[in-house]
């Protein structure tokens, strides 16, 4: 190779990082108002498939300056990308490398680790994050018995929201100038959307930062409620949380928009499609964020949307037919339903309320009239949580008479979960079992609420209505011997009938 080809060469994979393009999409937006544009960062170019290669070099950086050595090992609990990077950057530099994931993830994600010679340990998806079962308790145990370790804990470490702040918004300030209105971003560690938040409002204060964040996970319902509802198992991954990093800044963000499993998956594959962007869910999931949220809006509006990784690591479901029909994500595979079609099987009910200023004997009657267990509590348009039975009952039995004519305000619990009217019931069957109650929100405004006995009543009117519409057997024809003996019985048994009459 001449000599004057070289000049550009990059001293090494590191260097590449950054410096990803900005593109406008053109065919997923249709149906958005004239005048609002949306574009999209492709983080997911960089060397290590994503946006955490930004982290991992400001975490070994900052480990590196607190006197990490080579030959050290790296324990991190990770959806995948973050180990990606730090695997990246430890054959690098001489690391060894240890990697805690949930089992819900791809096994491309897996199989990406090992490649790079890191150890894998693999953890159920579906436990508190206080379990110690749970993969960010197993990588902090790790981390203690490994000596010579450096614990990335990019949920809690610093370095995290500040690689964003240092180079993430500063790279979006110098490609744009200022010239866009909103930046979208998955809602995952808080890294991303804490530091370049930070970065962009300090240069744009009017710019809007708007949160997106998977049903289930427990961000929207406290950005909206300010309450700590149940978290349940979704499937995209690398965005959402069931507990709260300290690397997330909640207040950066002016709003949140939720989107389920399958507008994230649907999107993904039509970015692929009608885009040519291959991106991954959490891109697909912020990409139909943002355009949710944009629907109602009018132009001149640009949003910028944070792309995080590439879609090779989910060949083997989003981009499976077989993974998304078994999963209920495409249309010809119908499931058990959605919380919509509980709904139906209701009727047209109006939804009852309570405010928390109601009187407890005034929601007692409600509850007595309507044969309900419990009531949303909504104020001024706001869901703030639920109130039932148990907890009228526990307040008169504590406060005697008098209780009764008190309000309900220090009643109102987060013991519920909040859904969509799209959300599975293959889902909805795990919320009631650790909820007492499913509050059904569309946009923001409360539709719904479903309790167990709802649940169990309509996937026992479907298994009736399944009964009912199966083919009967076939019946062999009676031989005419059998149908002359059919007749004499026949007549016989009315001939004695009109004899003892």
């Known amino acids: 190779m001449p000599e004057d080809m070289m000049h550009g060469a990059l001293e090494d994979i590191t260097k590449a990082v950054g410096n990803t393009p900005i593109v406008r999409l053109n065919r997923v937006t249709k149906g958005l108002a004239p005048g609002v544009e949306v574009y999209v960062k492709c983080e997911y170019l960089n060397p290590g498939g994503s946006h955490k290669d930004r982290l991992a070099w400001n975490l070994l950086r900052r480990a590196e300056e607190a006197g990490l050595k080579p030959g050290g090992t790296i324990v991190e609990a990770t959806s995948g990308n973050t180990g990606a990077s730090l695997a990246m950057l430890a054959a690098l530099r001489g690391y060894k490398c240890v990697f805690v994931m949930p089992d819900k993830m791809s096994q491309e994600k897996v199989s990406n680790l090992r490649a790079f010679g890191a150890k894998v340990v693999m953890c159920p998806t579906a436990v508190d994050a206080d379990d110690p079962r749970s993969y960010y308790k197993v990588s902090r145990r790790i981390a203690d018995e490994t000596p010579d370790s450096f614990y990335a804990n990019q949920y809690h470490n610093p370095a995290n929201p500040e690689a964003h702040y240092l180079w993430t918004g500063p790279e979006i300030w110098k490609q744009t100038k200022g010239d866009f209105d909103v930046f979208a971003a998955g809602l995952g560690t808080g890294g991303t959307v804490s530091g370049t938040g930070k970065f962009l409002k300090e240069k744009m204060p009017d710019v809007t930062i708007l949160g997106v964040d998977p049903v289930g996970s427990l961000y929207y319902d406290f950005v909206k409620t300010g309450r700590i509802t149940k978290p349940f198992s979704y499937k995209v991954e690398g965005i959402g949380e069931d507990f709260f990093p300290t690397t997330m800044n909640l207040k950066i963000l002016d709003d949140i928009v939720r989107v389920d499993d399958k507008e994230c998956f649907l999107m993904t594959r039509d970015m692929t499609r009608l885009e040519g962007l291959f991106v991954g869910g959490s891109g697909g ?23 995080c990784d590439a879609g090779q690591k989910y060949v083997s479901k989003i981009f499976n037919d077989d993974w998304m029909r078994e999963n209920g994500f495409l249309e010809e595979e119908p499931g058990l339903g959605t919380v919509a079609d509980v709904l139906h099987m209701r009727g047209k009910r109006k939804i009852v309320t309570a405010s928390s200023s109601a009187k407890v004997k005034a929601v007692i009657e409600t509850l007595k009239q309507l044969g309900i267990s419990q009531l949303p509590v909504v104020d001024k348009g706001k869901l703030r949580g639920v109130v039932g039975e148990i907890d009228l009952l526990r307040h008169l039995v504590a406060g005697g008479a ?3 004519t008190s309000t309900i305000a220090s009643l109102v619990e987060s013991d519920y979960a909040t859904v969509t009217p799209d959300t599975k019931l293959e889902l909805l069957q795990n919320v009631l079992a650790d909820a007492r109650a499913a509050i059904v929100m569309e946009s923001d405004s409360v539709v719904g609420i479903v309790t167990k006995i709802d649940l169990i009543e309509y ?5 009736v209505e399944v009964v009912a519409v199966a083919k009967p057997k076939k019946v062999k024809a009676k031989s005419e011997k059998q149908k002359s003996k059919a007749d004499k019985s026949t007549r016989a048994t009315t001939k004695a009938a009109k004899s003892k009459a």
């Open 459 to 463: 996937l026992s009117t479907k298994s």
């Open 402 to 404: 008098k209780a009764s």
């Open 285 to 307: 999931a912020a990409v139909a964020g943002a355009i949710k949220w944009a629907k109602n809006k009018k132009g001149p509006l640009k949003i910028l949307v944070f792309l």
